[in-house]
């Protein structure tokens, strides 16, 4: 499937979404080092533009073994704060960090990176609903 994207937009453009562990709807691998260790050495062999690892970070976080197998722009993400990003960065782990839930409490998520302003608290009940509750009536920073 990597192989038909490239084809068609080039390797610059294409990026892929890893799980490494698995903790959603029973997926998951018995030795997921080696398997994503191979996936994060094939992506890098064909050039891609970056991996996004979704991984909350444990004692068996893949998210080094991945960014050293793969070499080029990793994105980490899952539950991780403005500290652990800046952390990893700095630590050479990965180069950026995304932020999915905390970005839908926190309409002013950069300006509150930039001050160093706690995030609202993700009100997961409202996460897929119908209306604006949940994704405008978040509070903004004063």
């Known amino acids: 499937m990597v192989d038909e994207l490239i084809d068609v937009w080039g390797a ?13 709807h029973d997926m998951g691998d018995s030795n ?11 992506l890098r062999r064909r050039g891609i533009a970056f991996i ?3 991984e909350i970070e444990a004692d ?9 197998l793969f070499g080029g722009s ?17 630590e050479g782990t990965a180069d950026a960090l995304a932020f999915g839930r905390d970005y839908i409490a926190t ?4 300006e ?6 706690a995030f609202n ?6 996460f897929y609903g119908i209306g604006p509750k949940g994704y405008t009536d978040y509070p903004f920073a004063r």
């Open 12 to 24: 610059d453009r294409v990026g892929v979404h890893l799980r490494p562990r698995g903790e959603e």
């Open 107 to 110: 309409p002013d998520l950069v």
């Open 60 to 68: 068996d976080s893949l998210l080094g073994v991945i960014k050293r």
């Open 52 to 54: 996004f690892v979704r």
């Open 112 to 117: 509150r990176v930039a001050k160093n302003i």
């Open 32 to 42: 997921p080092k080696a398997i994503f260790g191979y996936v994060a050495t094939e």
């Open 74 to 90: 990793v994105i980490a993400n899952e539950l991780m704060s403005q500290a652990d990003g800046e952390r990893f960065i700095c």
């Open 121 to 126: 608290t993700p009100d997961s009940s409202t």
